[in-house]
T-cell receptor
Framework: QKEVEQNSGPLSVPEGAIASLNCTYS??????FFWYRQYSGKSPELIMF????GDKEDGRFTAQLNKASQYVSLLIRDSQPSDSATYLC????????????FGQGTELSVKP | DADVTQTPRNRITKTGKRIMLECSQT?????MYWYRQDPGLGLRLIYY???????NKGEISDGYSVSRQAQAKFSLSLESAIPNQTALYFC?????????????FGEGSRLTVL
């Protein structure tokens, strides 16, 4: 079992809808979580991070963390075709020297 | 110029050949990483280095070696390439401490082993 798991998708949503991307992790030593976006043929770029239980909002993006359930999610409100990309969840393993471990990524397609 | 530069960007080689992928950065970060990306498997950590004298194995280090020549340079070698090492390879850097989860990636090196 991978330490960070995501549904690979593809996830398809209509323009203007809420896209919900989910991630689970197995190492309770993970203290912070990062969401990266990767457009086709490009390198990943950080869009959000979260380290406290609850929600963190940044524009149309909301990250949610539930440490008891070992669950992280990313909500994208008012989805746009430009949001179509692969979204990578990553756990920061403080107990293992601070390395970042990625999930498989979820491909999101926003249809006009 | 890019902050994290990888060379070569594309390489086709044959089974058994030695290959080196190079990474240099101008961000002044101490931490550098090599990841490989395969369809459906996300990014998997090969090796990472937190300073010039520190080298650590990642999730999938077998068949790979690295060299940290300077703070700004981190090379990945495949001593004897095999076809299942065909993948997209990313070098990344980060600051230390809490912000070390924010990685800055190079543009990737696509390697094909025939």
């Amino acid at each position: 079992q991978k330490e960070v798991e995501q549904n690979s998708g593809p996830l398809s949503v209509p323009e203007g809808a809420i896209a919900s991307l989910n991630c689970t992790y197995s190492d309770r030593g993970s203290q912070s979580f990062f969401w990266y976006r990767q457009y086709s043929g490009k390198s990943p770029e950080l869009i959000m991070f979260i380290y406290s239980n609850g929600d963190k909002e940044d524009g149309r993006f909301t990250a949610q963390l539930n440490k008891a359930s070992q669950y992280v999610s990313l909500l994208i409100r008012d989805s746009q075709p430009s949001d179509s990309a692969t979204y990578l969840c990553a756990g920061h393993l403080y107990n293992q020297g601070g390395k970042l471990i990625f999930g498989q990524g979820t491909e999101l397609s926003v249809k006009p | 110029d890019a902050d994290v530069t990888q060379t070569p960007r594309n390489r086709i080689t044959k089974t058994g050949k030695r290959i080196m992928l190079e990474c240099s950065q101008t961000k002044g970060h101490d931490r550098m990483y090599w990841y490989r990306q395969d369809p459906g498997l996300g990014l998997r950590l090969i090796y990472y280095s937190f300073d010039v004298k520190d080298i650590n194995k990642g999730e999938i280090s077998d068949g790979y070696s690295v060299s940290r020549q300077a703070q700004a340079k981190f090379s990945l070698s495949l001593e004897s390439a095999i076809p299942n090492q065909t993948a997209l390879y990313f070098c990344a850097t980060s600051d230390a401490g809490f912000s070390s989860g924010e990685l800055f990636f190079g543009e990737g090196s696509r390697l094909t082993v025939l």
